[in-house]
């Protein structure tokens, strides 16, 4: 009754939340004079509106209009720790280049994507098991595989959570300027860090009331940040 409860409020929550950020993700790129952080940050308001969107669909059986794009959400994921990473550098060093280094960020999520293909185009069972029980989550005690993959996004984002909280740690240490909001960005890069980790913990143990929880709380504070950040 509880998990049916949270359930229940999350789906309408994670649609609010994903309209929000789809309207935030098409402001920036209206925005007059646009630099690349306002790409790279409609970009991430797009990677989790779309993840939220994936879940919500499957979750009211849309997605099965479209049964390629079932485990999309997992390249999604995938894509925005590094997307992340790249606009709080931007943030921090606007007048800083990227290079062909940068799109080396990008790698693991596109060898993502090309294996969930490739896998789908080869061994279709999953997409039929799927078509045929209809469920309204992923199963992911079926699939286990997936499982392991949905779990390593969760870390993707931790790892760049912390990687992007040492670099703003780092520019605090040797510049005094805009030191409140960088403390700002800092502890929201923790707080989603530290989430991020326990989904790792939630997803591998196949716990649905914790991941409902801390994707939840991971989407809120994300919305937090891109509402009252300085630069937005």
Request: glycine share 2%; charged share 10%; net charge positive.
């Amino acid at each position: 009754m509880i998990l049916q409860t949270i359930n229940s409020v999350s789906g309408k929550l994670n649609l609010v939340i994903c309209i929000i950020l789809a309207i935030f993700s098409v402001l920036q790129l209206i925005h007059r004079n646009k630099t690349a952080i306002n790409y790279l940050l409609s970009l991430c308001f797009f990677l989790v509106s779309y993840s939220i969107l994936a879940w919500w669909a499957l979750h009211f059986g849309y997605l099965y209009n479209v049964p390629v794009l079932i485990h999309s959400d997992i390249v999604a994921i995938f894509l925005i720790g590094p997307s992340f990473n790249l606009y709080i550098r931007a943030l921090l060093n606007p007048d800083a280049s990227f290079n062909n280094r940068s799109l080396l960020h990008f790698l693991v999520p596109v060898c993502v994507a090309v294996f969930i293909a490739v896998y789908q185009y080869i061994d279709n069972s999953m997409v039929e098991w799927y078509l045929a029980v209809r469920p309204e989550t992923h199963v992911y005690r079926k699939f286990p595989l997936f499982n392991i993959m949905k779990a390593a996004s969760f870390l993707s984002i931790a790892v760049y959570f912390a990687i992007s909280a040492i670099e703003v740690h780092r520019i605090m240490k040797v510049s005094s300027r805009h030191a409140r909001h960088l403390r700002f960005i800092l502890i929201i890069n923790i707080i989603m860090g530290i989430t991020s980790l326990c989904l790792v913990f939630s997803q591998i143990a196949l716990s649905k009331m914790f991941i409902i929880i801390f994707s939840t709380i991971l989407e809120l504070v994300g919305v937090c940040y891109f509402l009252f950040s300085y630069r937005y």
